[in-house]
């Protein structure tokens, strides 16, 4: 048996935030009864290839996955079966307590919701459609029939002081949350903040006020008893993200809707990022894939390695075949003090964990 995780794309919104870079279409009707169709067709072409395992966790990802209605949600989910974590994404200014009811009989056991901030300020320059009351009254509703709550917290917004991220912080330990995800902000293409990136540059926090604010994090999600087990995420009471995790320790997944990637027999595929590109392929009988490729086993070795380093955990030398090449650039990066061992197993210092991207691109 092969344990797999699926994630599923429904890029519906009701506006676009002006940071996104992600594939989304308008929140109407006749193009989500499109994509259920499309989502079913292109199960039944991958379905083949998972005879020999079982999902372990679902992601329904976006856009803003609440939107797509959970009578929809519920066709989806009788395609699968799954005792694990099933995972809804929402945006807060779009929860009820009959729709977040619905979603949970339909078998949602958590959900995911994008807060960014709980200031009222940065959530307007961020073009949120919610403000921080919102998002508080969210959490607190939804928690009270899905206890199994995480939100994502946004820093290196334009204009954003410590002193806001640390009263966001603080806020935020309010809330009954199990997990929680920290995004630094970064300027896209295709978005309308990179349309104005010359402007916006010049607001956001320097890199040492990052740092710091990385740090306020850590400390205070720490102290207040939350297990930081991945560089930038944090849980309560054993509840790290399964399907996240699948992620970082090279668990295979399918991707289904457009735009969505997939990690399978040690390729990487993405779909055409084109509703009716994606829905005319799958007509035809084809897989609507746009991109596919598969590593040299040294530079995927090197590639799950790296991923595998995001947590905290550390990661056994003895279940990745580094080259020779690869384990001296480990040994250069001990000295740097960016990395410890301890036996066969390695991990970040904390100057490492601050450094990851530069561990990332020596060893990648």
């Not at 746009?290 to 086993?297: A, I, M, S, T, Y």
């Not at 550390?314 to 580094?322: A, D, I, N, Q, Y």
Request: net charge negative; charged share 25%; with cysteine.
């Amino acid at each position: 048996m092969v344990d797999f995780s699926l994630y599923i794309h429904l890029p519906f919104c009701s506006k676009k935030c002006d940071y996104c870079h992600f594939y989304v279409l308008p929140d109407k009707e006749v193009y989500k009864d499109q994509l259920l169709e499309g989502l079913q067709k292109e199960w039944s072409l991958v379905m083949p290839f998972t005879q020999s395992g079982r999902p372990v966790s679902i992601y329904f990802g976006g856009g803003t996955p609440s939107l797509f209605g959970p009578d929809r949600l519920r066709e989806l989910l009788n395609l699968w079966e799954c005792d694990g974590e099933i995972t809804l994404e929402a945006n807060p200014e779009t929860l009820t307590r009959e729709l977040v009811q619905a979603y949970a009989d339909s078998g949602i056991n958590r959900l995911s919701l994008g807060v960014q901030s709980l200031d009222d300020a940065l959530l307007k320059t961020l073009s949120r459609t919610h403000n921080a009351k919102k998002a508080i009254d969210a959490v607190c509703l939804a928690a009270e029939i899905i206890p199994n709550i995480s939100i994502d917290l946004m820093y290196d917004i334009p204009t954003q002081t410590k002193e806001q991220w640390k009263s966001t912080l603080k806020k935020a330990l309010t809330l009954p949350i199990q997990h929680i995800s920290l995004y630094n902000l970064t300027i896209e293409p295709q978005t309308v903040f990179y349309k104005y990136r010359e402007q916006l540059q010049k607001k956001v926090p320097n890199e040492n006020d990052s740092r710091q604010m990385y740090q306020e994090a850590v400390t205070t999600f720490t102290d207040a008893g939350f297990h930081h087990y991945e560089i930038s995420a944090f849980c309560q009471n054993g509840k790290e993200s399964v399907h996240n995790s699948g992620y970082w320790t090279g668990r295979p997944f399918l991707g289904l809707g457009p735009s969505a990637f997939s990690y399978w027999d040690g390729a990487r595929m993405r779909n055409i990022a084109h509703l009716n590109k994606y829905s005319r392929l799958l007509e035809e009988g084809k897989r609507p894939i746009d991109f596919q490729e598969k590593l040299e086993p040294d530079a995927q070795a090197r590639e799950l390695f790296v991923i595998a380093l995001r947590l905290l955990r550390g990661v056994s030398l003895s279940e990745f075949p580094l080259s020779q090449k690869s384990l001296s650039t480990l040994d250069e990066l001990i000295r740097q003090g960016l990395l410890t061992r301890s036996k066969d197993r390695l991990h970040m210092t904390p100057l490492g964990i601050l450094h990851y991207d530069t561990i990332a691109s020596e060893l990648i």
